[in-house]
């Protein structure tokens, strides 16, 4: 079975600049989410999707931040523009039938540069 | 918000000896996980227990659950160089369908 696909693997981008990144689910799991890893602390959740609604966006810093998972597939996260504070590693996650031994499959992330 | 709390941040053993990583949480829970993450690289899943369990075995892994102190402890015996690496507690709680993190325990396995 595929895991939790995600892209690019790296980033660098200067700040103010904009940047995108793609996840794509295991097939047939309904939950869908973005966490943010800052260097030295432990994972933080942005957003929850269940199928194509969120279901929970409270940490999500709407002012730059944006993301989307039209068809209740793929999900894109955006951020724009982009500050220095931005730099992270950006995981996804997603749950649901044949879920990983925890209930939730990660990808392996998108390492976030803001110069 | 972080729900769980890790103690210590970082910890440095000799190889061979036992590691001892304490989480303390917040609210009621489905269940707590145990993550291990690796410089640079993604999350790997170590062990799960519930609410209604006080202690799980997995390999060199114990794992204690006090939900009346709303806390967890993760024992890695005979520790290796190899399992040096970040270590994450994360919370499911009821109803919630989703993972909140610790901050997370660095340990370094001294050769």
């Known amino acids: 079975e595929a895991g939790v696909a995600q892209s690019p693997r790296y980033k660098i981008i200067e700040k103010r600049q904009s940047v995108a990144f793609w996840c794509n689910p295991i097939?047939?799991?309904?939950?869908l989410y973005w966490y943010q890893q800052i260097l030295g602390q432990g994972p933080k959740l942005l957003i929850q999707?269940?199928?194509?609604?969120?279901?929970?966006d409270s940490q999500l810093p709407k002012d730059r931040f944006s993301a989307e998972r039209l068809k209740g597939v793929d999900s894109t996260l955006k951020i724009q523009p982009a500050k220095l504070e931005d730099s992270a590693v950006y995981l996804c996650a997603s749950s649901g039938p044949s879920r990983g031994p925890g209930g939730y499959t990660f990808g392996s992330g998108t390492r976030l540069t803001v110069v | 918000s972080q729900q769980g709390e890790e103690d210590p941040q970082a910890l440095s053993i000799q190889e061979g000896e036992n590691a001892t990583m304490n989480c303390s949480y917040k609210t009621s829970i489905n269940n707590l996980q145990w993550y291990r993450q690796n410089s640079g690289r993604g999350l790997v899943h170590l062990i799960l227990?519930?609410?209604?369990?006080r202690e799980k075995h997995s390999g060199r892994l114990r794992v204690t659950l006090d939900t009346s102190k709303k806390s967890s402890s993760l024992l890695i015996t005979a520790s290796r160089a190899a399992d040096t690496a970040s270590y994450f507690c994360a919370t499911d709680a009821w109803g919630a369908q989703k993972l909140v993190f610790g901050q997370g325990t660095r340990l370094t396995i001294n050769p």
């Open positions: 097939s047939g799991h309904a939950t």
């Open positions: 999707f269940q199928n194509n609604g969120v279901v929970d």
């Open positions: 227990i519930r609410s209604n369990e």
